[in-house]
């Protein structure tokens, strides 16, 4: 009888959270995509990573925090009217300050704007946080497109993220930095999720043997575990593309390493779970607000 009565009350508990799950809506997940070193091809993982999510039904925001040396604009040959400079220099909204790119993705271009954010008053920084939580609201995806090193604010904005993407080439100094900046994350204390993404591989064997490396590495002398999403061949293809300012998902959707590229969103996508408002500890908002503005 006793068990009948518990076994009543845990289903009685489990459809109470269903019912209030169903009430609370949703926000984006978030994810900080870093590389350690510069010139890895981030950005434009980035870039053609949110049209690919966009393609498969995904609403996605890019936000340019790679500051002095944003190039999301650049890749896709536009001019974006604002950047986020212009929420602290001028007040403007972030929604005024959002742009659309191919696919109907969304991006706040890079500015000065990381800089501002050490020294600002209070009430902006409430307003930056009251604007940035409505728009984990409306995207189902914001990626933070992180400039290479780790200044004291990229560090919290990308502790305060669910995911981190960490791309690497199979250069000894692209998987030398990308441990580096992973060893300096890990040194502040806060449990991440990392992804590995391969870059540039000339092959599969390539492939594995640079990113198993880097797992076993961050697992050996970290006790980091991450997860290996797939890579992209060096393709000639991503080149063209860059040059004609194209996103290479769209200036080539049948070849290789569009293919893969989907490949790895799909994977992702699979992995990744919504994230709901009642799980207040992997709040974006909440942890920026703490380790940012100290909230």
């Given at each position: 009888m006793c068990l009948?009565?518990?076994?009543?009350?845990?289903?009685?508990?489990?459809?109470r959270q269903k019912i209030l799950n169903k009430h609370q809506p949703n926000v984006a997940k978030t994810i900080s995509i870093i590389s350690g070193k510069g010139g890895v091809?981030?950005?434009?993982?980035?870039?053609?990573?949110?049209?690919?999510?966009?393609?498969?039904?995904?609403?996605?925001?890019?936000?340019?925090?790679?500051?002095?040396?944003?190039?999301?604009?650049?890749?896709?040959?536009?001019?974006?009217?604002?950047?986020?400079?212009?929420?602290?220099?001028?007040?403007?909204?972030?929604?005024?300050?959002?742009?659309?790119?191919?696919?109907?993705?969304?991006?706040?271009?890079?500015?000065?704007?990381?800089?501002?954010?050490i020294s600002i008053s209070n009430e902006i920084a409430d307003q930056f946080l009251k604007e940035l939580e409505i728009l984990t609201k409306e995207y189902d995806y914001i990626?933070?497109?992180?400039?290479?090193?780790?200044?004291?604010?990229?560090?919290?904005?990308i502790l305060s993220t669910q995911d981190v993407f960490v791309i690497i080439t199979p250069e000894p100094t692209s998987i030398m930095d990308a441990y580096s900046a992973v060893k300096y994350l890990h040194l502040q204390g806060a449990p991440l999720t990392y992804y590995l993404v391969g870059n540039r591989m000339k092959n599969k064997n390539e492939a594995h043997l640079t990113l198993n490396k880097m797992v076993q590495t961050m697992d050996r002398f970290l006790n980091e575990k991450a997860e290996v999403l797939g890579f992209l061949f060096d393709d000639p293809i991503v080149s063209e593309a860059v040059m004609r300012q194209v996103p290479f998902t769209i200036y080539k959707p049948k070849s290789r390493v569009t293919f893969h590229l989907r490949e790895i969103a799909e994977k992702y996508i699979q992995k990744g779970e919504p994230i709901n408002l009642l799980n207040k500890n992997r709040s974006f908002i909440n942890k920026l607000s703490r380790l940012l503005f100290k909230r």
């Open positions: 009948v009565i518990i076994a009543m009350s845990d289903q009685a508990e489990a459809l091809g981030k950005s434009n993982f980035t870039l053609n990573f949110a049209i690919t999510l966009s393609k498969l039904g995904k609403k996605v925001l890019i936000f340019d925090l790679d500051i002095g040396m944003g190039s999301i604009d650049i890749l896709m040959g536009k001019s974006p009217k604002y950047t986020i400079a212009h929420f602290f220099e001028s007040k403007i909204n972030l929604h005024h300050i959002i742009e659309k790119g191919p696919e109907n993705i969304s991006f706040i271009a890079g500015g000065s704007g990381l800089n501002h954010f990626l933070f497109d992180m400039g290479a090193g780790m200044s004291e604010t990229s560090i919290k904005f």
